[in-house]
């Protein structure tokens, strides 16, 4: 009786965390007036340079020329179709943590979610997007198992939209044709594959620290990290 009490209980946590996970990608109204194409295509840009010649001439490669909309979604597609899923993927050394986690997609074709976290970032603040953040979070995936993860949220004219170019990747080699479930998608537009439950977003200062320590943690740590943070 106990067991299926304690399943029944974490079921219902999982179920809240889904909800408030979802409600964190963003609200109302607004989005269902507003297409993403116009939505990108009126966002006063500010480029932000990654520091990195190799970098900025790479990303200016990618993303080419047109709209924000269209250099966002080449950009975007780019990352889905052509960087594997890889745990070990390759690192630079310039100095700079978060740009050495975006060599591996941008240079070695192959990264890990927390690599194209770091594209997809100095991807869209390259091509000028505000509000760029890498949560760290868990998703539920297609079998139901809990898996740590990292994507991109992008908060637009106070819209929260999710962007996952690593899971769009997985599912394009799933299914061999890009479906774009995961391209700036809020909780009225995204439809799940996986559910996410954020549990936090790591910042340019201390977001080191914090993806370091989770990582050596392991499982254990973050499942504590994900309860501690869920209370406040």
Not at 48 to 65: E, P, Q, R
Not at 162 to 179: C, F, K, N, P, T
Not at 211 to 222: H, N, Y
């Amino acid at each position: 009786m106990k067991s299926k009490t304690g399943k029944r209980l974490f079921s219902a946590a999982l179920t809240m965390a889904a909800v408030l996970g979802m409600m964190m990608l963003g609200a109302p109204a607004a989005h269902a007036r507003a297409s993403v194409q116009d939505t990108l295509n009126s966002v006063k840009l500010t480029p932000v340079s990654t520091g990195n010649s190799k970098y900025d001439a790479k990303l200016a490669a990618i993303v080419g020329a047109g709209s924000t909309y269209e250099r966002v979604l080449r950009g975007y597609t780019w990352l889905a179709e052509n960087v594997t899923h890889n745990e070990y993927a390759p690192k630079d050394n310039t100095g700079n943590y978060w740009l050495d986690l975006a060599y591996g997609p941008l240079f070695a074709n192959r990264g890990s979610c927390k690599n194209y976290s770091a594209a997809v970032y100095y991807m869209l603040r390259y091509i000028g997007l505000p509000g760029v953040q890498r949560p760290v979070g868990f998703v539920i995936n297609r079998s139901g198992r809990i898996q740590y993860h990292k994507w991109n949220v992008v908060t637009l004219g106070g819209i929260r939209y999710l962007v996952d170019a690593h899971i769009e990747s997985s599912e394009y080699r799933r299914s061999g044709s890009m479906s774009y479930k995961f391209f700036f998608k809020t909780v009225f537009t995204y439809r799940p594959t996986p559910v996410y439950l954020p549990i936090g977003v790591t910042f340019e200062a201390g977001g080191r620290l914090l993806e370091q320590t989770l990582d050596l943690l392991g499982e254990p740590g973050r499942f504590m990290y994900s309860a501690i943070s869920s209370l406040f």
